[in-house]
């Protein structure tokens, strides 16, 4: 075996030093011009943050969305969440809604169906509803705080661990919750508590609150408001999660009930919401249940479906038919399709990239001498 000799040690410990010499930082007036010119470019990037994101991640993504779907629709997304819930609405006036955000494992996926099929040049979001405080509800606020800009937004009556909370109280105690109310009050001021009579309206639409009609329930569910969105005279019923006994009080407490066109069934089409009392009331021509495929719930209940063929409902389901489009146009004409978007499950940030392209930017400019290894 061959001896390292003293000198041969020197040898490389001399070629190693040449090395990392030769590796340290080279100033000209060259390299700082090239450097700035990059950076400036870089800066600039940043103008085109929405159109750079959505074409890095959503160039392999398919929308199922025809012709016959005009621009100026209303439109209303029940957005496959696997086991959560999630609408969002296009207004007609170019505003739009969001009825809840799904839980924390569909976030990156409802965010990147808002970018994709909703808000392709834009950021920003008029309300957000959270019907109440259970993760699959709330879970995917926290990631739509932070892509997109919410403007207003409707709380469950349901306080946080962190909050200061009257005597009486509900207190949902979760982490998620907990990180759902401090994002919220990051991204707005413009925070009310759900509640029955409250009305948002626009241009030939509005969307009422029929609930919640107390003050406190015990169970969480039941803080669910009863909403009612009616555009060119079609109605679209969402509940949330609240029980029978809400959905008794909503039929006692109101005489004049609309028939409903859409149903988003309560609490994912489980057998304790969807009365008979409340079908009767309403009528409904369609019901979205929202549910994750094979979930452990066993939602939709069979009885549920049994009730709902019973008014003669068509049933529509998120575990089935994949995220779910219905559609009205200016003459008050409906339609849905189905499948409208089969996603993706990545997101990459344009500042992840841009603080990728600075560092060899970097390197280019003022390391980028060729190492010279004598022999
Ligand atoms: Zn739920």
């Not at 990147?112 to 879970?139: Q, R």
């Not at 009609?213 to 019923?237: A, C, G, Q, R």
């Not at 008979?276 to 094979?294: N, Q």
């Not at 559609?327 to 339609?335: A, K, L, P, T, Y």
Request: proline share 2%; charged share 25%.
């Amino acid at each position: 075996m061959a001896k390292i000799t003293k000198d041969k040690l020197d040898n490389v410990k001399k070629k190693t030093t040449q090395k990392i010499r030769s590796r340290t930082m080279k100033f000209s007036k060259g390299r700082i011009i090239a450097f700035v010119i990059c950076a400036i470019i870089i800066g600039l990037s940043f103008l085109f943050t929405t159109q750079l994101e959505n074409y890095i991640n959503f160039s392999i993504n398919k929308i199922n969305i025809t012709d016959e779907v005009g621009a100026d629709d209303l439109k209303i997304h029940y957005i496959d969440v696997g086991q959560g819930d999630c609408t969002f609405i296009e207004l007609p006036d170019g505003k739009n809604m969001i009825i809840d955000t799904g839980s924390r494992s569909s976030a990156t996926e409802l965010a990147n169906y808002i970018s994709k099929v909703i808000l392709t040049d834009d950021k920003t979001i008029d309300y957000m509803i959270l019907t109440h405080s259970d993760e699959d509800h709330i879970g995917g606020s926290v990631t739509i705080f932070d892509r997109f800009d919410v403007l207003n937004v409707y709380r469950p009556n349901i306080y946080s661990k962190s909050e200061t909370a009257p005597d009486d109280a509900t207190i949902h105690s979760s982490d998620i919750y907990d990180k759902a109310i401090s994002s919220m009050y990051k991204e707005t001021n413009h925070i009310l508590y759900n509640e029955a009579g409250i009305i948002i309206d626009g241009e030939d639409y509005n969307l009422m609150f029929y609930g919640p009609l107390d003050e406190n329930y015990d169970d969480v569910n039941d803080y669910s408001p009863i909403l009612i969105f009616t555009y060119k005279e079609k109605t679209f019923m969402f509940t949330g999660d609240a029980s029978s006994s809400v959905e008794e009080d909503f039929v006692n407490n109101y005489t004049a009930i609309p028939e409903i066109d859409v149903l988003k069934t309560g609490h994912h089409g489980s057998k304790t919401s969807t009365s008979d009392e409340l079908l009767s009331a309403t009528s409904p021509d369609f019901a979205v249940i929202s549910c994750g495929e094979d979930n452990k719930y066993g939602h939709p209940n069979e009885e549920t479906l049994t009730r709902l063929n019973n008014v003669g409902a068509t049933i529509l389901r998120t575990d089935l038919n994949g995220s779910i489009l219905f559609f009205v146009n200016d003459n008050g004409e409906i339609g849905y399709q189905i499948d409208t978007y089969v996603p993706n499950t990545y997101y990459i940030k344009w500042w992840y990239v841009a603080t990728t392209l600075g560092v060899i930017v970097i390197f280019i400019c003022f390391f980028s001498k060729k190492i010279k290894i004598k022999k």
